[in-house]
């Protein structure tokens, strides 16, 4: 049973990957009209709006339907820090989309060199090189423009994708600091599914599976020292993964 489980699960990545370049192409130029609109936020909602339909769109393809929960702990004309667990290469195309407003996420300077999509990630991101320390320095100022701009900071404070048999990671400070120097919220973002659509631990492997974003209530920096407000959230999130599951 596991073997043609396997088999069925590497053709069904094969779709998933031809799915998401002929999608990919399809909004490929409609995506570009958010660059007429520069850094502004407007420009940011429009590309969200577009990546959205996207998303939703390959998803669907991939028989991996999408449910939504928390969204009302969004305060109106309010702007955050999102964080999320970080289980699968899954989770990168539904963190920007889904987050409701205009929102950048940060990522991988080495993925904007790809041609023609790395023009679509650049649009999307903030982009570091973790091994840099100028280009570490620079993405946080960058992190700050965005959240004075009105617009949602996403970031995977975990840093790279849980390889560990913890249901979460201990957490890098860089959210935690920005939300103590800004004054923004946290909200906590739990995404689960993804793990067993695409586990970490197989190579070319999609298995269709329901997804599921839960945000949480947000969380304030008043109070809390860097430290304590990194503890506060993994604690939190480490809470709704016992109540939701992965």
Not at 39 to 62: A, C, D, V
Not at 124 to 152: C, F, I, P, W
Not at 210 to 226: K, N, Q, T
Request: glycine fraction near 6%; aromatic fraction near 12%; include cysteine.
């Amino acid at each position: 049973m596991n073997i043609f489980k396997n088999i069925f699960a590497r053709i069904w990545a094969l779709w998933g990957l031809l799915s998401f370049v002929a999608t990919f192409g399809i909004i490929f130029l409609p995506s570009m009209a958010s660059y007429l609109f520069t850094n502004h936020p407007k420009g940011q909602r429009y590309f969200i709006w577009i990546s959205k339909i996207w998303m939703r769109s390959w998803l669907t393809l991939i028989g991996c339907p999408l449910r939504i929960t928390g969204l009302e702990n969004f305060s109106p004309n309010q702007n955050f820090i999102v964080v999320f667990n970080h289980n699968s290469m899954l989770d990168i195309p539904l963190s920007c989309p889904f987050v409701p407003g205009a929102n950048k996420t940060i990522g991988k300077s080495s993925l904007s060199a790809i041609p023609i999509f790395g023009q679509f990630y650049k649009r999307g991101a903030v982009l570091v090189n973790r091994s840099d320390e100028k280009s570490r320095r620079k993405s946080y100022e960058m992190m700050k423009t965005v959240l004075q701009q009105g617009m949602h900071m996403c970031v995977y404070p975990e840093g790279t994708r849980n390889r560990t048999e913890l249901l979460l990671k201990p957490f890098f400070d860089g959210a935690f600091k920005l939300s103590v120097d800004t004054r923004k919220k946290i909200i906590p973002c739990i995404i689960s599914g993804t793990k067993k659509a695409s586990p970490i631990d197989r190579t070319f492997y999609l298995w269709p599976t329901g997804l599921r974003m839960h945000f949480l209530p947000s969380i304030a920096p008043e109070h809390y020292s860097v430290k304590e407000l990194n503890h506060k959230v993994h604690e939190e999130m480490l809470k709704a993964i016992d109540r939701i599951g992965l």
